[in-house]
């Protein structure tokens, strides 16, 4: 078996040789030089996001296959840019791990993640390498492209827009479930919402191409969380209607229940939560997945969660935060 350290040149042109492939006119040069050169083009802005990914927090060896490592780190960054209705463009990946670790985690890691590159015509153009004294590290930043001004943002909700989710929620917290139980080893073929989640980049670019979403964000801390970062950019409160959330089914033969918890604190599903006014017609589908309208904006800064029966009640934000005060 093929084990680490490779010298940090041979390593890098290991990925180089992987990652090489035409790609976009905003790529001038990618891996090789001190920077990579983007060609910023007139009429666009730039969107730069990035994702620190750590082993025992976002992703465990035991659980976790690489190529779903390196899916997940690329997933997280292509989220984000389809949450401004942007064109991912090029990523950077910084990857820091232990000498212990057999080479072929590394290709499977750098395997997961150009596969998932190459869906959208993204190009891996730069980062870095290092030795981590314990664990690993991956450090993914993702630039994108928007039309000037045409971004859309947390801050545009109004009273009276509706709430709307892409796709069903709670399959990847109810499969951690699963994992921490260990029922029973699972393939994460069987589980591809969370291993393989699928970022909305196309609906966030048909959103913004249609001037539909008033102000969204993806939902990869829990709705109740991010949800509540949106609110509180856009200065409103929400209703939601728990009936209305759609929840996930996800397993071999649906072998593992979503509950609403999941759905609603869980995270990771990287769907896309927006907000539209009232005057807009939001299509029921959009590239094949379902929209689905769960609540609306309201006045004041309260979010409330209205169940089957009428009965309202606080939704706090219990979603993922890496520095609980608990």
Known sequence: MLRLPLSEKALISRIRGRAAHRGPNAVRLGIGDDSAVLRVTRGHEMLVTTDLNLEGVHFKREWHPPESVGHRCLARGLSDIAAMGGRPVAAFVSLAVPGSLAQSWVDGFS?????LAKQFGLVLAGGDTARSPAGIFADVAVIGSVPSGKA??????????????TGA?????????????????????????HFFPAPRVEIGRFLREKSLASAMIDISDGLSTDLAHL????GVGAEIQAEAVPLAVTGKERSVRVALRHALHGGDDYELLFTAPPGKTVP???????????????????????DANGRRSKLAARGWQHFSCD
């Open 231 to 234: 609110c509180e950019e856009s």
């Open 111 to 115: 395997g997961g993640l150009l596969n």
């Open 284 to 306: 029921r589908h959009i590239s094949g997945v379902s929209v689905t309208r769960i609540g609306r904006m309201v006045r004041g800064k309260r979010i409330i969660l209205v």
């Open 152 to 165: 859309i943002l947390r801050s545009g909700a109004h009273p009276g827009d509706g709430i709307y989710v």
């Open 169 to 193: 929620l709670g399959a990847a917290a109810a499969t951690l479930d699963w994992l921490a139980a260990k029922r029973t080893k699972i393939r994460a073929g069987d589980f591809p919402q």
